[in-house]
């Protein structure tokens, strides 16, 4: 080897280490600092294509729970309209209390963070209960610019790499349909009254 292509090759080197090593400094003075750092690309957790399909659904009001979406089984809990007479009755589900909603995320692995983080961005009117409309607009932030959001982020990390999920860093249908069902059929539960 020449010695302008090893001197070539060392300087290369060197600007790559300092480019490096100014990349990690900056990481760790950004993590000290209370600005909120943008997530790590290789980090950001994606819906696959029906998922999404299935999130902007519920940004319009349904609710997929157990039946077919492509390969993956899914229904729809509609909203009444078109729905019909059964699915609406459906979909007059009870809220959720707070604490039966964190039970739900604990079954799916949530850490006590997330769960009060993730029961926080659902209950919108914080009145201490989810709906069913305030869970399918907390689904629907999964989806365009605010898919990239700490919320949605927190929920579809807890999506694929929970209970249901296989931590590839894409939600599938599957996985969040399993999330839904469980809302479903815990909204549907009877409540105890005084």
């Known amino acids: 080897m020449s010695p302008i292509v090893s001197g070539l090759a060392s300087v290369a080197s060197m600007l790559f280490n300092a480019a490096s090593s100014s990349k990690a400094s900056a990481g760790t003075a950004r993590q000290g600092s ?33 039946g077919t979406v492509g390969q993956t089984r899914v229904g729809l809990l509609g909203a009444g309209g078109a729905a019909g007479g059964a699915l ?41 209960t989810i709906t069913r409309d305030e869970f399918l607009q ?30 590839d860093g894409t939600v599938g249908a599957g996985e969040l349909s399993a999330l839904t069902t469980a809302f479903a059929q815990l909204s549907q539960r009877p409540r105890n009254t005084l």
């Open 34 to 66: 209370d600005a909120p750092s943008a997530p790590d690309p290789s980090a950001i957790v994606t819906l696959s294509q029906d998922a999404g399909g299935l999130a902007r659904l519920a940004g319009q009001g349904v609710l997929a729970s157990s």
């Open 88 to 128: 609406q009755a459906l979909s007059a589900n009870k809220p959720v209390p707070k604490e039966d909603f964190q039970a739900l995320l604990t079954r799916f692995g949530a850490t006590d963070a997330q769960k009060e983080q993730l029961t926080a961005g659902f209950d919108a009117d914080k009145d201490g």
């Open 138 to 167: 907390g689904l629907a932030q999964t989806t365009g610019p605010q898919g990239g959001g700490e919320f949605a982020q927190s929920l579809l990390r807890l999506v694929d790499r929970g209970a249901a999920g296989n931590g």
